[in-house]
């Protein structure tokens, strides 16, 4: 079975730019959440997605938005980037979304904002 | 939700056996405990998950006291590529906060030939 793959892997944009992520997750799962992973902050929940609905959000600003398609992909959109959204993003994929489901993360998207 | 700590780093050898220990002090009783493993530039990837007692995979075992105030991962043999990040997580099963896995700063295994 495939795993969780990201795109694009590698993404370098300036400040005011504003950039889309993608993630595709394991055939079946239906929850698929974006995390943040920054050295001085660690690894930081952002949203999830279960059936193309947010049912959860984290602390971020609303320049962080996302969406879930019927096939479950997801998309992560950053508009207005700033240094600060430097970070490797990434997005994990469960059955059900529960807290003890496992969750399966993909390899990430790595930003870096000029 | 219950806050976890572990120590930030450690330190070991190749063969020997590595036991990472959480302290998880105001635990739920819905709570379930759960390790996870990250490699640098990677994604975090699921080890084990247990309630109470002990908990054994092909890669790791986990003990987990009667109290549940605590738990240690147990990792047997280590070998150099055991080296990463290891997480410990808490969190309520069934909860409503979904899709939601609150990491802490982990313990950074270093392991040495």
């Known amino acids: 079975k495939a795993g969780v793959t990201q795109t694009p892997r590698y993404l370098i944009k300036t400040r005011g730019q504003q950039v889309t992520l993608s993630c595709s997750p394991i055939?079946?799962?239906?929850?698929v959440s974006w995390y943040q992973q920054t050295p001085g902050q660690g690894l930081q929940f952002l949203f999830e997605?279960?059936?193309?609905?947010?049912?959860n959000k984290g602390n971020f600003p609303g320049r962080f938005s996302g969406r879930q398609f019927s096939n479950s992909r997801s998309e992560m959109n950053v508009s207005t980037l700033e240094l600060g959204d430097s970070a490797l993003y990434l997005c994990?994929?469960?059955?059900?979304?529960?807290?003890?489901?496992?969750?399966?993360f993909g390899p990430g998207t790595r930003l870096t904002v000029l | 939700l219950a806050k976890t700590t572990q120590p930030i780093s450690m330190d070991s050898y190749e063969g020997q056996e590595v036991n990472i220990t959480c302290s998880h002090n105001?635990?739920?009783?819905?709570?379930?405990i759960t390790w996870y493993q990250q490699f640098p530039s990677q994604g975090p990837r699921f080890i084990i998950q247990?309630?109470?007692t002990k908990v054994t995979n092909e890669v790791a075992s986990l003990f987990i006291p009667a109290d549940r105030k605590s738990s240690t991962l147990s990792l047997p043999r280590v070998s150099l590529s055991d080296t990463a990040v290891y997480y410990c997580?808490?969190?309520?099963?069934?909860?409503?906060?979904?899709?939601?896995?609150?990491f802490g700063q982990g313990t950074t295994l270093q392991v040495k030939p």
């Open positions: 994990a994929s469960s059955l059900r979304g529960d807290n003890t489901d496992t969750q399966y």
């Open positions: 997605y279960f059936s193309e609905t947010q049912r």
């Open positions: 247990g309630y109470k």
């Open positions: 105001n635990i739920a009783t819905n709570d379930y």
């Open positions: 055939s079946g799962h239906r929850s």
């Open positions: 997580l808490v969190a309520p099963h069934g909860s409503s906060n979904t899709g939601k896995l609150i």
